[in-house]
């Protein structure tokens, strides 16, 4: 049950890239890369590296490190984090670091006294215990239904909703295989006071038009009216009955990004109703396969809507008062 | 007994490991930097767009956002007033914080501001993300738990200078106390404004107990340095930044598991052409003529969606053996950035390279870290003349501290 906020990539087109190339030519290519890298630099170390972020015995800020082997190099770390508390912290080495370090001589817990170190202790297990139940919690979030879940949903939700809510089924288990465009067709009063009414516009055509040729994509363009639909479609049942304040919130939606839009052209004429409808398309089979699937476009009408003052950007809303004054 | 000895003294060493020190400087670095720069990329491209996304007039127009948020409790200063000016500020304060957060500037109260920004517009436009929105909403809730500024950030060169200077620099720094007085009065005012909106008390919380920390850090440095209650709390921040470190690893886990152990069910991964369909949707085709190239032989398809599966699947396993796992990850951030370009989702791939960085290998980032700024060198030459008095005082440096 999304309750809440990120219901985003709902289903399989999930929104977000799903993985494609990887290649194997990359692979090639690694081993030359970093272990060269590796030695060139940081042979005082390269050993024992760790891998991730556990810079095992000599931690890695160790301005000796890295000033030993690149002369012009460090500006950047012009710093090397003063820290150097190799294994054990060093007496002597004082660091006082950006985001808090201690200068104090004896580092960790090895050098406080008993009663310091019970605290340490309590905060280690405290600590421990809730980053264990939190990777608990979102493991449940993003796993399928199961036994735990059936029985105990309530406290996992709890624990992730609103702010660690999270979905990865990135195109899977399968990747939509459908278009989904979004058209819109407007009644409006012409000039002669006449009502006309347009054709269908294609809306998701315009974002697709806005998203060829960019390096950068906006989200106005490839995730707006996308999602709005999608939010749409979840929270209607097939006869366009909304279920609950989502329902209802999702028609003000989609009726407002469709009319943004439609003030964006000049129809000639302030609009009075709207009729919105979605065209679902399967993707061409691929040429290497033999499937057949259905070419023709299925369409989902949605009955017309009178706009209203709430359904207008602001100042068009307050334009539009004024004018029926 | 003497195996007993051994283990005990395991368990002694590793205690002291985590306790003693914030693990992984480099890393965390490198997540800091990632996030807040994907995240000011993001800011500053949909600069045109800002009104239309996250503004009071937005198709997801304020009160619908409010009635949302009242639903389920997320955070966000945005529902606090539908003024634009109040809008304009957040949106301000989120590229300002996200600017300053990666430079790493008073890092601990960036993260947090960044947080802040980020929540809040994400918050009020849930509809409008996507999965790169997801995971930079995450990190900047996990961001804040780290000692992410231990290296490449100004507030590694401050610490460095200062204790060049010998003692008394640390007195003589006004803007840290400032900062945390501005932002106290901030939190006060917001906790005010927020009581009659009901707000989740998570992020909230979150940000008093910060707050305290941090003045309480401040108080005990200053005044009782080197104490017991300084190591302990120096051993208590080296906790959370250890255990925050490795749930953003397992985060990134979850992360890939989830997406490969999903597909293995699809049937369209099963039979090799599920990469084909993303590259004929009309959303995610910003170069078709790219994705027609791609598409057109069945092989490679089949072959690149098989690659996505298994590297996905497998990544979690990886980690236990380096040398795969490098390999791993230089085909995952390649992938991305092959899906940046050919699914026209930069954002979301740009979060997803700073994501998979936690698991660089600490040598490559040493080693990346010495050429950006050889490549800096190169870049400004003028700049070369104040470099070499600094680099001869940083090695003079270095013998003073530790030679």
């Known amino acids: ?325 | 007994m003497r195996r007993g000895n051994g283990f005990d003294r395991k368990v002694a060493d590793a205690l002291q490991r985590i306790t003693a020190a914030a693990l992984g400087p480099y890393q965390s670095a490198v997540v800091r930097i990632g996030f807040a720069g994907a995240w000011l990329c993001f800011l500053l491209r949909e600069l045109p767009h800002r009104q239309e996304l996250y503004g009071p007039d937005s198709p997801w127009a304020w009160d619908m956002a409010r009635r949302l948020v009242a639903g389920n409790d997320a955070f966000t200063v945005l529902v606090w007033g539908d003024g634009v000016l109040w809008f304009e500020c957040v949106y301000a304060l989120s590229v300002a914080s996200s600017l300053l957060l990666m430079l790493g500037w008073r890092t601990r109260a960036m993260s947090a501001l960044f947080m802040v920004g980020v929540l809040s517009l994400q918050n009020r436009s849930i509809f409008m993300g996507d999965g790169g929105d997801n995971v930079i909403h995450l990190m900047a809730l996990y961001l804040v738990f780290t000692r992410c500024a231990q290296v490449w950030s100004l507030d590694a060169r401050r610490a460095a200078r200062a204790a060049r200077a010998e003692d008394g620099a640390a007195s003589r720094d006004r803007t840290g106390p400032v900062l945390w007085c501005l932002l106290g009065f901030g939190l006060l005012v917001g906790t005010f404004l927020s009581l009659s909106h009901r707000p989740g008390l998570f992020v909230p919380l979150l940000l008093w107990v910060l707050w305290l920390a941090q003045g309480l850090w401040w108080a005990v440095s200053r005044y009782a340095a080197r104490s017991q209650p300084h190591t302990l709390l120096d051993v208590i921040a080296n906790l959370v930044h250890n255990t925050a470190l490795v749930v953003i690893m397992a985060e990134v886990c979850v992360i890939y598991a989830t997406a490969g152990w999903y597909k293995v069910q699809g049937s369209r991964w099963q039979d090799g052409t599920a990469l084909y369909y993303p590259l004929k949707l009309d959303y995610f085709t910003p170069w078709p003529a790219l994705s027609e190239l791609l598409a057109a032989s069945g092989t490679m398809v089949m072959l690149l969606t098989y690659g996505t599966v298994i590297v996905q699947v497998a990544f979690p396993f990886t980690l236990f053996n380096r040398r795969v796992k490098n390999v791993l990850l230089v085909v995952m951030m390649v992938e991305h950035a092959a899906i940046a370009v050919v699914l026209g989702l930069p954002f979301f791939s740009l979060a997803m390279i700073a994501a998979d960085a936690v698991f660089l290998p600490t040598a490559f980032l040493v080693w990346l870290g010495a050429a950006a700024a050889r490549g800096r060198a190169r870049l400004r030459p003028r700049g070369r003349s104040r470099e070499a008095p600094r680099q001869h005082e940083q090695h003079t440096a270095h013998r003073t501290l530790v030679g």
């Open chain 1, 1 to 325: 049950m999304g309750t809440g906020r990120m219901d985003s990539f709902e289903r399989e087109d999930a929104g977000a890239g799903g993985p494609s190339p990887g290649n194997a030519p990359v692979r090639d290519s690694v081993p030359e890369h970093l272990p060269r890298q590796t030695r060139q630099t940081a042979q005082p170390w390269s050993p024992s590296e760790p891998g991730s972020p556990e810079p095992g015995s000599p931690e890695p800020g160790s301005p000796a490190g890295s000033g030993s082997s690149s002369g012009p190099g460090h500006r950047l770390q012009p710093a090397g984090p003063p820290q150097a508390p190799a294994p054990l912290g060093r007496p002597g080495d004082e660091g006082p670091l950006g985001d808090g370090d201690s200068g104090s001589r004896g580092r960790g817990i090895a050098g406080l006294s008993l009663p310091y170190q019970v605290a340490a202790a309590l905060s280690l297990a405290l600590i421990g215990a809730l980053a264990c139940v939190h990777l608990g919690m979102v493991f449940l979030h993003v796993a399928p239904s199961n036994t735990v879940t059936k029985q105990h949903g309530e406290a996992v939700d709890w624990w992730v909703y609103p702010e660690f809510e999270q979905n990865w089924k990135l195109f899977a288990p399968n990747p939509l295989q459908q278009n989904v465009a979004v058209q819109v067709r407007a009644e409006y009063t012409a000039a002669d006071g006449s009502r006309r009414s347009t054709d269908w516009i294609d809306l998701s055509a315009e974002d697709g038009a806005a998203i060829q040729g960019s390096l950068l994509p906006s989200h106005v363009h490839q995730n707006m009216l996308r999602r709005a639909w999608d939010f749409y479609v979840t929270s209607h049942d097939g006869d366009n009955r909304p279920n609950g304040v989502r329902g209802q919130l999702s028609e003000r939606y989609v009726r407002r990004i469709a009319v943004a839009r439609l003030m964006e052209r000049d129809l000639g004429g302030p609009v009075e109703r709207i009729q919105l409808r979605s065209a679902t398309s399967a993707v061409d089979p691929p040429g290497w396969s033999d499937e057949k699937i259905e070419v023709k476009p299925v369409h989902r009408v949605l009955p017309w809507w009178t706009i209203t003052a709430a359904d207008l950007p602001e100042d068009a809303a307050r334009d539009r008062a004024e004018a029926e004054r």
